[in-house]
């Protein structure tokens, strides 16, 4: 199972600041995904990365930026926050296995709340 | 258009007893099949996972059926313990695609 770690968990900021969103996982899986998910709601995947150097926008629009630098890496940024970007942010990674079937393991989440 | 549907919000289960959870898709090329569990301000952990080329797997008290003719799985839970208060979700992926998620399913145990 992947050590997957998310900083901050809890994050409230006024409108307008920039934000990062740390992820990281020691497992050395190559792929890794945000979700973002509001209560109730199911998960949506709003970015992923399949390797270094490689990011993709997901099926939810966001106007959130990622980057992946390094294979253990995958921040997520928000230039400018609204309370429209107040949810539950959720960094996922797992390992490419070539034939699918690929369990996605998750970190803690991080709560964000913009005022 | 929801490819991955559990369309029960809450189940209430006595401690002790069976709980089911269901999930149902659409779309007959997934091919994998996971459920997670998600407590308030957590991230999902896994559960348990199932292959299309098969119809069972069991995990302790934890066993998934997939019907792929009904395009349904569902989970058990036997026998129910206060910690399983939780929402569950069922996730389902195409070869080498990204996973699509329901809406969650919330477990209350009653002791």
């Known amino acids: 199972e992947a050590d997957i770690y998310q900083t901050p968990r809890y994050l409230v900021i006024g409108t307008g600041k920039k934000i990062t969103l740390e992820c990281s996982q020691t497992m050395g899986h190559d792929k890794m995904y945000w979700y973002q998910q509001d209560p109730g709601m199911e998960l949506h995947l709003i970015h992923y990365?399949?390797?270094?150097?490689?990011?993709e926008k997901g099926d939810l629009s966001s106007e959130s930026t990622v980057s992946r630098i390094r294979t253990e890496h995958f921040p997520l940024t928000l230039e400018s926050a609204r309370p429209s970007h107040t949810s539950q942010y959720l960094c996922a990674s797992s390992e490419s296995r070539g034939v699918g079937q690929e369990t996605q393991y998750f970190g803690p989440g991080t709560r964000l709340l913009v005022l | 258009d929801q490819q991955v549907k559990q369309n029960s919000p809450s189940l209430s289960v006595q401690e002790g007893r069976i709980s089911i959870l269901n999930c149902d898709y659409t779309n007959s090329m997934f091919d994998y099949f996971l459920w997670y569990k998600k407590y308030p301000a957590e991230g999902p952990t896994f559960l348990i996972s199932?292959?299309?080329?098969?119809d069972k797997n069991e995990d302790g008290r934890f066993t998934v059926f997939l019907n792929k003719s009904a395009k349904h799985l569902s989970l058990h839970i036997v026998p129910s313990q206060p910690g399983d208060s939780a929402v569950y979700f069922c996730?389902?992926?195409?070869?080498?695609?990204?996973?699509?998620f329901g809406q969650g399913t919330r477990l209350t145990i009653n002791p």
């Open positions: 199932i292959s299309s080329i098969k």
């Open positions: 990365s399949y390797g270094v150097n490689s990011t």
């Open positions: 996730a389902a992926a195409a070869y080498t695609q990204k996973l699509v």
